[in-house]
Nanobody, 127 residues
Framework: QVQLVESGGGFIQPGGSLRVSCAAS????????MAWFRQSQGKEREFVAA????????YYADSVKGRFTISRDIAKNTVYLQMNSLKPEDTALYYC????????????????????WGQGTQVTVSS
């Protein structure tokens, strides 16, 4: 089992940048596909970005493509989400998720595909 701890959230003005991090407890971190999801008040949890352990592929939601970048540091057991050109609609609780499963097709964006979740870090974009 792996524990995930998010950090780096905060309050930012529109157009600003923020990087959130997710630290994993497992030493075999390189065998986990990692993803970021977010949930705004009154809305369902939605996919943001993912990076697959088996083939290194990276996926983004259309709403963040070109603005957000997911990356991982194997040595630090950490995955990052760099968020640029932030908009008020990016305001949400951002969750880190992980799985050892190989995800086929479009399963990477389904929250049910992931076995482990962090507690979330709040990102608020407002002037």
């Amino acid at each position: 089992q792996v524990q995930l701890v998010e950090s780096g959230g905060g309050f930012i003005q529109p157009g600003g940048s923020l990087r959130v991090s997710c630290a994993a407890s497992k030493r075999t971190f390189d065998r986990y596909s990692m993803a970021w999801f977010r949930q705004s008040q009154g809305k369902e949890r939605e996919f943001v970005a993912a990076i697959m352990w088996d083939n290194g592929r990276i996926y983004y939601a259309d709403s963040v493509k070109g603005r957000f970048t997911i990356s991982r540091d194997i040595a630090k057991n950490t995955v990052y989400l760099q968020m640029n050109s932030l908009k008020p609609e990016d305001t949400a609780l951002y969750y880190c998720a992980a799985t050892t499963k190989i995800l086929y097709g479009t399963n990477y964006y389904r929250f049910g595909s992931y076995d482990y979740w962090g507690q979330g870090t709040q990102v608020t974009v407002s002037s």
